[in-house]
């Protein structure tokens, strides 16, 4: 019998009878199943999850489509081509994504365990507009080319849901390069199928080697954190593997106070370290996603900074064309000149300390 993940992935829920298994559709939800040519699905596990009734649960908003999907009044037409920068003079594979000198991002699937309906990659993942050659063995090529590259994120797609021989092949031939340095992979798996963390997996890719792997997962809401991921968590820790998480700040989803405290504290009780909170980028079809620009450090500001751990503090970028742009609450400086600072902290006490000529 195939194993637990692989009949997961196999019953995926990605129709409306499968769906009406686990919660009452609403017409809205129905009409979007129907009408909309878009691909979407999630893992029974992670279905389970959904609230039955309620139309509004932050997991049935990132599984359910959306007549919403249909609107483009603020997204950019060719999201992916101007983000990747697919449209420069360097030459490169399809699977190679490039914003920075040292790093790039590697594209080496095109499937999901579950198809958020707020991907900024729907273009290539859920829509099909955009048509792209991933080869590994491309990509691995050009990888080897330049070594100027020190950090690989692989992506996707999900990566983790590539066999664990292929997963052992990827990255064994990544840590024979000799400017790799660190190897990253981006992956929703911990998270909507713990079930893929398998010993078989931890022999793959796990283990003491001078070349690290991290896996930065993606949780946008506390109820997406189960006794299942905690576990799943703990092994991949306990080969080596550290485990991030990058959150999008969603509308209904985590744009107000008390979720995004409870999402960051629970994933740091969770063995999960925050690392970034994205913006939900431009991309065509997810403006009911979008809040404005400056709600991610607002809600850093009055959820998190001051409030609550200090490892449970993300960093809110906006991710560019160029590059991540971070953009933090800057309300801690109130005053300065030659003498000293004026300081204030969350409770809204201010303080001073003397200034320092250079
Ligand atoms: C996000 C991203 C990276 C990694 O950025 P970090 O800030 O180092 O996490 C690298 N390349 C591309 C193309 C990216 O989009
Ligand atoms: S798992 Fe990642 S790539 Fe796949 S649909 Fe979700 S956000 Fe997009």
């Known amino acids: 019998m195939a194993e637990e993940w692989v009949q997961q992935v196999q019953n995926e829920v990605n129709t409306l009878e499968k769906l009406e298994k686990y919660i009452n559709v609403t017409d809205d939800e129905r009409k979007a199943i129907n009408t909309l040519k878009t691909k979407w699905g999630t893992t029974p596990y992670f279905a389970s999850l959904m609230d039955k009734d309620d139309p509004n649960c932050p997991i049935r908003k990132q599984v359910i489509p959306s007549m919403k999907e249909k609107v483009n009044e603020f997204g950019m037409d060719d999201y992916l081509v101007w983000k990747e920068n697919r449209a420069t003079e360097e030459v490169r594979p399809d699977s190679i994504a490039r914003q920075y000198k040292d790093r790039i991002a590697f594209t080496v699937i095109e499937v999901c365990g579950i198809y958020c309906r707020h991907c900024f990659r729907r273009e290539i993942v859920t829509e099909d507009d955009l048509q792209l050659r991933f080869d590994v063995e491309e990509g691995l090529a050009w990888i080897r080319e330049h070594s100027e590259i020190r950090d690989v994120l692989i992506t996707g797609g999900d990566p983790l849901l590539l066999s664990d021989d292929k997963l052992e092949y990827l990255i064994s031939s990544l840590r024979e390069i000799p400017h790799i340095e660190m190897i990253r992979i981006g992956s929703r798996l911990p998270i909507v199928l713990p079930q893929r963390i398998t010993n078989g997996l931890m022999k793959a890719i796990g283990g003491f080697h001078k070349v690290p792997v991290w896996i930065n997962t993606q949780c946008n809401n506390a109820k997406e954190l189960t006794e299942e991921t905690e576990k799943a968590i703990f092994k991949l820790m306990g080969g080596g593997i550290n485990v991030g998480n990058q959150a999008v700040l969603l509308k209904g ?45 607002e809600l850093i500001r009055d959820a998190l900074r001051g409030h609550t751990t200090g490892l449970a503090q993300p960093m ?38 003397p200034n320092m000529p250079e």
């Open 253 to 297: 989803v985590n744009d107000n106070v008390p979720a995004f405290r409870e999402l960051h504290q629970k994933l740091l009780r969770t063995r999960i370290r925050p690392y970034y909170v994205f913006y939900c980028e431009p991309a065509p079809g997810i403006d009911h996603f979008r809040t404005p620009v400056e709600k991610g450090a």
């Open 316 to 353: 809110y970028v906006l991710a560019t064309n160029i590059g991540k742009i971070p953009l933090m609450p800057d309300y801690y400086i109130m005053d300065k000149n030659d003498k000293e600072y004026t300081l204030r902290n969350h409770l809204g006490q201010t303080t001073k300390i």
